[in-house]
């Protein structure tokens, strides 16, 4: 019985918060590696583009919260997604018209897209910041649980108790049908394969007829949709506040780094290497303990490796240690 309570300990406290992280990373960074893939540059403003897809969701879902309009036990956010999603593309396409098309029509060097993109990633936080403020901003909805510990308690006798979040179910949930969505897209349908093609090699997409602003415009579409899902479910499942967005740069692109930047598959596996590092390390592994060993060897200090203020440094070495050694990442990206 101690094993299970340990189990369900680290289950609690490790094994579902970080799933439910890496699956707001891998959206993250699959958004980074294809701009990487496809516009050939780092866009640093990709925190801040989350963060307006989620604050445009968060104001439908009060202006739906207002009306009455609910989803049942589920959150609102989920019925606003749609029009956060096509909000923050029209503002990144406009963002592309009048900042990036004209350093892509002189074929300037990514460094100096890279500094362009600072200079967006700072405006859009401005922007963000002047719209709904710089605080915490509330805005889920509906059932808190899909699992409650209390009930969990007295179905199974153990005494710890397993609590699923809705919002960790739903991030979960809804990565998983958005990278079957996207995978399909890429490699089912036409507009997929010429944005792979012209990923691949440009000057022969070209030849073949490909129109280059089309796999541009469709390119920061997705990239709108995927950062406004992964901000909007990051903000249900922690809390909405512009500048948290920011913060998650690092381990974003530590995410898409680690995997392989260019590699759709490496940026989910980076995003879940990311969350598992950050969340086990930081974690404080004395209840865990106290329930696996034996009578009498509960340890007394909290075993915890680093403190959780100290989590995206976690981000930062994994990074370091990646572009030292594998600068191609796990799945053989492009190096940085």
């Known amino acids: 019985m101690d ?12 094994l579902i918060p970080a799933a439910a992280y890496g699956a707001q990373l891998a959206l993250g960074a699959l958004g980074v590696t294809l701009i990487y893939g496809i516009l050939r540059f780092s866009n640093f403003a990709h925190g801040d583009t989350m963060a307006f897809g989620a604050m445009a969701t968060i104001l439908v879902t009060w202006g739906f919260q207002s009306l009455g309009l609910h989803f049942g036990p589920l959150p609102t956010a989920l019925l606003a997604l749609p029009i956060g999603i096509a909000a923050c593309a ?7 018209r009048a900042v990036y098309r004209f350093y892509r029509r002189q074929k300037t060097s990514p460094v100096v897209l890279v500094i362009v993109s600072m200079g967006v990633m700072f405006i859009m936080n401005g922007l963000v910041r002047f719209i709904i403020g710089p605080d915490d ?5 509906g059932e808190r649980f899909i699992v409650n510990a209390r009930e969990f308690k007295s179905w199974t006798g153990l005494e710890e108790g397993l ?18 969505v996207l995978f399909w897209f890429l ?12 990923s691949d090699n440009e000057d022969l997409a070209l ?3 490909i129109n280059p602003e089309r796999v541009v415009a469709i390119t920061w579409i997705i990239v709108a949709a995927l950062a406004t899902i992964a901000g909007t479910l990051y903000g249900l499942d922690k809390s909405f506040k512009p500048f948290t967005y920011f913060q998650l740069l690092l381990p974003i692109f530590a995410a898409a780094i680690v995997g ?13 290497v990311i969350a598992f590092s950050e969340v086990m390390i930081t974690y404080a592994y004395k209840k865990v303990l106290g329930y696996a060993l034996p009578g009498g060897w509960e340890p007394d200090g909290l075993v915890q490796l680093l403190s959780t203020d100290y989590k995206f440094a976690v981000s930062f070495v994994i990074l370091i240690v990646v572009l030292l050694f594998r600068p191609t990442g796990l799945f053989k990206g492009k190096s940085v």
Request: hydrophobic share 55%; glycine share 12%; proline share 1%.
């Open 3 to 14: 094993l299970l309570n340990a189990l369900v300990a680290l289950a609690n406290f490790v």
């Open 90 to 96: 029209l503002f990144v396409l406009g963002t592309d």
């Open 137 to 141: 901003q509330s805005f889920a909805d």
């Open 163 to 180: 609590a699923l979040k809705t919002s960790q179910g739903i991030t979960i949930v809804v990565a998983l049908l958005t990278v079957a």
């Open 187 to 198: 490699n089912r349908t036409r507009t997929g394969k010429s944005m792979r093609a012209f």
């Open 207 to 209: 030849l073949s007829g």
């Open 260 to 272: 392989g930047l260019g590699s759709p598959i490496g940026a989910i596996a980076g995003g879940f």
